[in-house]
């Protein structure tokens, strides 16, 4: 467990897409391209193996692996935020230790949800806390109803908070009230992250320290950038930039989903690829409209 | 039609109560008192006939009675914003005329919900370009999914800003992104106000200009304080507000709903008064809770 | 209040469409001439005011209106159940009084649902209760999640069976283990009614009594015919309907929604008339595909 | 690819739980103990490593190893239908073949869900397609979006039932309109099952041939009595069993989940014994009730 003072999550990290082969196996050499692509922007560091990397499409050997090649390529100062949720408690307890072991630096446990009804605060709460009790890294909670269907409560979150080993949460349910109000009532070096880009801003002026956002991994620059702009009291330049991007931001998360970000990727010149099925790569039609859309915020 | 420059709509506007007797009669001498001290607050106006005046328990014409009992009680440059929705097309304009005869300076038109899916944005636009075109005086879109069920999809808005008696957007649903989109894509003069004071700093920061709350019925000054350290680019001070007003805003909105704000109404001094049936008045323990909260939000 | 043995519910009861003229306004020259048809059916009854005669969308003056000119149309031994369901328990006490005095036999009374989350199962069992002790003729409980967003939960129903004049439900939620259980556990003489003919058989097998369906508006003999079969203990010639009509169903309910089911009245020879916006009528190919579907299911 | 006529599914299948040690190691023993009990009740077969499995608390080797255990336990004219869904098109296919090698009979392929929004008709149906074209024996689809967010569409079921490896669904949503519509539109060798007890009877009716219900673990021979009454067209026997089972189903379901199914087994003697954690055990205050609700359906 850690006593120490927490890691800062302070600045905005891509959740990376995984890259594939045609054959669907995992394409280590373009990752390492994407990597050094990526580490030449302002970036805190990188999520790997979250939704937005397919882990659920992996197999935990994939994921391990994933992992150890992205740990390799980062320098020193950035840090690697891993996936490392399962289902079930032994699961996920036995996935971060393997995740400590080759490098990572946090890890990101999103809430289990197969049994919806059932994941009530307490049993969540429960999880987490043996989870964190095991790790020999920090614990980054992680809720994304969009994905789960589970919602972590606010009051579990407030009590996590006060573990030594949570250091944080991504927060990508979009609700502002709920993450100035968990700014307000959680420890104090708890820190909270936008999961999305498009409420980063917002998500700023209440209080919130950084973004893990898919959009990150084609608009690492200008992110950052509404960070440093929102940290120097130039309200209306972050804004400007926000607003130019929400769009963009839908279209490569709720929109197209991660075909759509795969294919963004691709456009601006970073390896996006397949995607391993049930994804199914976006149609002629539905480039040529992302295209569009990416032309207007200015990434292309 | 209006072709004149729209109305500002910066400010904050609580949506008012409507207060009964203990018979479930409105109480209209207790509504001119509660206006007598809303005036002395720094307020933009008043909505009337919203979700927080219980309008779907008055019948028509307590609509239209409360709302000419308000407009004679407001002193100039103050608005009065009533609530004229109907699930038809056909009753809305009815009433949207009646309440501007009785001297309502905009109309608040929540979409119809009943079909639920049915209420596709082609619908919407189609019963609101209707209205708009109907109705003497502005009208002010009303999307608020926790009560109806409906969303009013961000393509309709955009479309809708562009007709002259569309002045803005009472946006309920508590997504920044939404808001921000809507700031960025709608109508130049068009108007976004956040529709519950959880959110209200984070819709500020994306550009909404006001705010429509319930919590404005017990913390007008206090929401009015937020809105003025914002426009001076005190970011810290309007946040610590902020952050300390959201418990309570939870409390008397989906925690405890009206039965909860009429319950702090009494609390701070401001006539509350029973709930019409359906809705039970709190008990006692309930009280207590809520007091504790109004407490810790200084409120009390 | 009712100590007399209830009212048989048993058969099948179309919930009429309101058919309105060009203008809007209802004509009640075709409501005659479709009621004139409908007896000539082996039909229990009659619903009206009920979701698919869009009650929503008249006021409550008209609402009355059609309940008395139905009543001077029905011949002896058919039931007529008016919708009497508003928002406040007040304003549906008034109503329902109103429905009596025109002649209604039955009270179907929706679960009030703006206020959504308020709408626990002891608030809606306090206003049915509230109705029931209030109203001159029996009240059949209406639950419609579609359209209203609430559940009114079993155990509610289970105690509101006992009230001597609540006489059974209309259960338009589709959830056959709940009409089961709710069978099981109300009040002997308690009475529950399928809500769509699209699980009729199955709930008849589960121990409903009868059914009210949008698409009795168009195939009463047909869905007599199920309950015959039934009854006869022809489950094989019941099955064979019910199968065949349930695309049908789909369609006049939530495919097409009322406008679909007045489109679908105009092709068989009953008049289905415009519908009152925000409805919009079916377009040209809606309508192709609807006679498609009415053709394979036999109703053309 | 299999073009003999496929496997008759008339009949009841437990999907039976995974009986772990106090150490949350498999319990195998207890798995054998637990067969042969079951191998004296009237069941068609087994279902394992579905929902009641805890699959998704089970690493891949574990569930593998469970469906090799039973395999070699069951007797001769039973079947093993094993879950082998994955949330990769790429990992069911594996596993699906690893299921095959270990004996099962048929796989169950619950659909991918963690991409919820992403997961349309033509997407599933693309999925599936794969996997049975690469199975070496037949699939039974599987839709549960109570725990996976996803519905899968009719459409897309009607498409599949002509695949010749494809032998039918379990369908566990309990829209009865549903089952009844596919029945009817599917290739006529496509078996449908009802996915929980709580509408068996009506599913039945509507023509499924049996059903996969947790409640099974606990009353195999009551609900094959249900069957075997229908078919005897004692209709009301059927639904006398159907109606006393009905609370108990929901306890062991949606009301207290696995944890209660495996206590509920406790109970009646079979071995339920310990969840995995996120899982938590029940109270003794929740036994006390789940005990009152298992005398009351004679099941204790």
């Known amino acids: 467990m850690n006593a120490e003072p927490p890691l800062s999550l302070h600045g905005v990290f ?6 594939f082969k045609r054959s669907g196996d995992i394409d280590f050499q373009h990752l390492v391209a994407n990597l050094e692509r990526w580490n030449q922007q302002p970036l805190r560091g990188y999520v790997v193996g979250g939704s937005n990397g397919e882990f659920v499409s992996l197999n935990t050997e994939e994921r391990v692996d994933v992992v150890r090649a992205v740990c390799e390529e980062v320098p020193p100062g950035r840090l690697v935020i891993a996936g490392s949720g399962m289902q079930s408690t032994r699961g996920t307890i036995e996935l971060t230790n393997q995740m400590a072991e080759v490098g990572a630096n946090v890890a990101l446990v999103v809430t289990p949800s ?9 049993v969540l709460e429960n999880h987490y806390r043996q989870v964190a009790d095991a790790s020999p890294i920090p614990i980054l909670l992680y809720n994304v109803p969009a994905n789960t269907g589970v919602e972590l409560e606010i009051e579990a979150v407030v009590r ?8 944080g949460i991504k927060e990508s349910g979009g609700n502002v009230a709920k993450i100035g109000a968990m700014v307000h009532k959680t420890a104090e070096d708890f820190q909270v992250l936008a999961g999305s880009a498009g409420f980063l801003l917002a998500a700023l002026e209440v209080g919130a320290v950084g973004v ?6 084609i608009a690492g620059n200008e992110l950052a950038e509404i960070l440093t702009q929102f940290s120097a ?12 991007l929400i769009e963009a931001n839908t279209a490569v998360t709720t929109g197209y989903g991660i075909p759509g970000l795969k294919a963004a990727m691709d456009m601006v010149g ?6 391993r099925s049930p994804f199914m790569s976006l149609g002629k039609a539905q480039k040529k409209a992302l295209r569009r859309i990416l032309v207007e915020a200015r990434l292309l």
Chains 1, 2, 3, 4 share one sequence.
């Open 160 to 167: 996590l908070s006060t573990h030594p080993n949570v250091i």
């Open 233 to 244: 009291g130039e309200h209306d330049a972050a804004r400007a930039i926000q607003l130019r």
């Open 270 to 275: 970073t390896y996006g690829g397949p995607v």
């Open 212 to 217: 893990i956002a898919a959009l990150a991994n």
């Open 14 to 19: 891509p959740p990376i897409t995984t890259p």
């Open 114 to 122: 197969y049994y919806k009804s059932m994941m009530s605060a307490v």
